[in-house]
């Protein structure tokens, strides 16, 4: 089956660029989703298709995807930014199934 | 307004069985996947299936396969997680998660509030 990796954690300072990266094998043929999850709450979409952002979300969240590597960039971190994130494919193969990454801890310093 | 509220927490005993529901409202129940995903204790997301409640059809993800079974029922715009026995490394929070399918991929965008199940002895 499809395997996604993520760093199980991210530092940044408050108002720098926090990038958090996905791997998998020609992930880039493959739409990414993004989701934060901030402790003791549901999940929350922030970034789909790669790079489109749901209304609600901050512009500053904005995500890419080539080649092995997808990545989600927060632009002006804030304290409120810190959250477990995670990214998901849907894996057409034979399995037909939904993929999550392993998650990142993002931590604001 | 989408919304999909699951049911309350449960406490269990090994080998017992267990139905959690998740009922949705404010759109089309039987034109979206629904599934669910799971949270061990300070885990991450474990996506375990999905079905369409317009036809039923279902999918499981093969981790889950054999382990659980999907269902839903239309008339009250509802979806299911069942276990028939269950066991101590079943303690999770489980997500109900409406599916949204553009471009041959899916995506969560509406999730419930989540469902703790603990088995314990």
């Known amino acids: 089956s499809y395997v996604l990796t993520q760093p199980p954690s991210v530092s940044v300072a408050p108002g720098k660029t926090a990038r958090i990266t996905c791997g998998g094998n020609n992930i880039g043929s493959k739409s990414v989703h993004w989701y934060q999850q901030k402790p003791g709450q549901a999940p929350v979409l922030v970034i789909y298709?790669?790079?489109d952002r749901p209304s609600g979300i901050p512009e500053r969240f904005s995500g890419s995807n080539s080649g092995n590597t997808a990545t989600l960039t927060i632009s002006r971190v804030e304290a409120g930014d810190e959250a477990d994130y995670y990214c998901?494919?849907?894996?057409?193969?034979?399995?037909?199934?939904?993929?999550f990454g392993g998650g990142t801890k993002l931590t604001v310093l | 307004e989408v919304q999909l509220v699951q049911s309350g927490a449960e406490v269990k005993k090994p080998g017992e069985s267990l139905k959690i529901s998740c009922k949705g409202s404010?759109?089309?129940?039987?034109?979206?996947?629904i599934g669910w995903v799971r949270q061990m204790p300070g885990k991450g997301l474990e996506w375990m299936g999905i079905?369409?409640?317009?036809?039923?059809?279902?999918r499981y993800s093969p981790s889950f396969q054999g382990q659980v079974t999907i269902s839903a029922d239309k008339s009250i715009s509802t979806a299911y997680l069942q276990w028939s026995s269950l066991k101590a490394s079943d303690t999770a929070m489980y997500y109900c998660a409406r599916h949204y399918y553009s471009s041959s991929s899916y995506l969560v965008d509406y999730w419930g509030q989540g469902t703790l199940v603990t088995v314990s002895s």
């Open positions: 998901q494919v849907w894996d057409s193969s034979s399995d037909h199934q939904g993929v």
């Open positions: 079905i369409y409640p317009g036809d039923s059809d279902t």
């Open positions: 298709y790669d790079s």
């Open positions: 404010g759109y089309s129940f039987t034109s979206y996947w």
